[in-house]
């Protein structure tokens, strides 16, 4: 019977200290989640809008801080959608100036490079993720219709639509 009580509250202890641990974890997570809050920002509701865009001025880019191309596309190297769109831009980039962005390593950004062929200018690297976060991209491939002081007239995640806009216009 000795060795029966013994066994309880043993049991009954580690029980105890299970249950201590449990609440220590969960007030590390809470800690955790409320600091992964704070760095991650305001949290977006609802799909992206490029749209959105529209009106916002470009920086500029490069030292010439010349006129901006009439076209500009936002690819990531990652991107399936990126590499499908790529030949289309290319088309499209050879009718007037056009630049494309390219964010992601530097060492991948080839095939991309290669499927736009010297159509468009082309940004990548350092340059290419600092225009994307100036810009406020959000999703890949993005196209931008832009007028010559920088302003963006119309945005789309589709090439096809953007080149609608440009018809009407």
Not at 10 to 31: K, M, N, P, Q, S
Not at 34 to 62: K, Q
């Amino acid at each position: 019977m000795v060795f029966l009580i013994a066994a309880v509250v043993l049991v009954g202890i580690l029980c105890l200290f299970d249950l201590v641990l449990t609440f220590a974890v969960l007030r590390r997570l809470r800690e955790h989640t409320a600091e992964l809050e704070r760095l991650a920002g305001p949290a977006r509701f609802g799909p992206y809008d490029p749209g959105a865009l529209v009106g916002r001025t470009l920086p500029p880019v490069g030292a010439d801080g010349g006129e901006w191309p009439r076209l500009v596309a936002f690819f990531d190297v990652g991107c399936d959608a990126c590499h499908e769109h790529a030949p289309r831009f290319a088309d499209a980039a050879r009718t007037g100036t056009a630049m494309a962005v390219i964010s992601g390593p530097g060492e991948k950004a080839g095939d991309l490079v290669g499927m736009i062929g010297g159509a468009a200018r082309v940004v990548t690297a350092e340059q290419a993720d600092s225009l994307v976060k100036a810009v406020g991209v959000e999703a890949f491939p993005t196209f931008l219709r832009v007028d010559p002081d920088g302003t963006i007239v119309a945005a789309d995640t589709e090439l096809d639509a953007l080149a609608g806009t440009a018809r009407a216009r």
